[in-house]
């Protein structure tokens, strides 16, 4: 089993930054990869990013590409989404998800974190 507990959200306004944080706790050395997900009210949840445990590699949704960064620290066992350039569309419950297979990174993720708001402003 692997614990994930996210923290960062928050309310900002538009334009600005977020950084989200999420550390793993349990059976680490299993993790294959994780990732950042989003879900806004009345949608569903939608993959943000995600990276590889192993040689780092990472993909994003198309409408966050060149703004949000996903990384990681495997000997902190944590990863990190730093969000800039918000846009009110960015509006989400945030989750951090784990994997113990070799999916593609947007694919089924079987641990999941509690979740964080993240709310911005016009």
């Known amino acids: 089993q692997v614990q994930l507990v996210e923290s960062g959200g928050g309310l900002v306004q538009a334009g600005t930054s977020l950084r989200l944080s999420c550390v793993a706790r349990?059976?680490?050395?299993?993790?294959?990869?994780m990732g950042w997900f989003r879900q806004a009210p009345g949608k569903d949840r939608e993959f943000v990013a995600g990276?590889?445990?192993?040689?780092?590699?990472?993909g994003y949704l198309d409408s966050v590409k060149g703004r949000f960064t996903i990384s990681r620290d495997y000997r902190k066992n944590t990863v990190w989404l730093q969000m800039n350039a918000l846009k009110p569309e960015d509006t989400a419950f945030y989750y951090c998800?784990?994997?113990?297979?070799?999916?593609?990174?947007?694919?089924?993720?079987?641990?999941w974190g509690q979740g964080t708001q993240v709310t911005v402003s016009s």
């Open positions: 990276i590889r445990w192993e040689g780092g590699n990472t």
């Open positions: 998800a784990a994997s113990e297979n070799f999916a593609t990174l947007a694919g089924r993720y079987e641990y």
């Open positions: 349990g059976r680490t050395f299993e993790i294959s990869r």
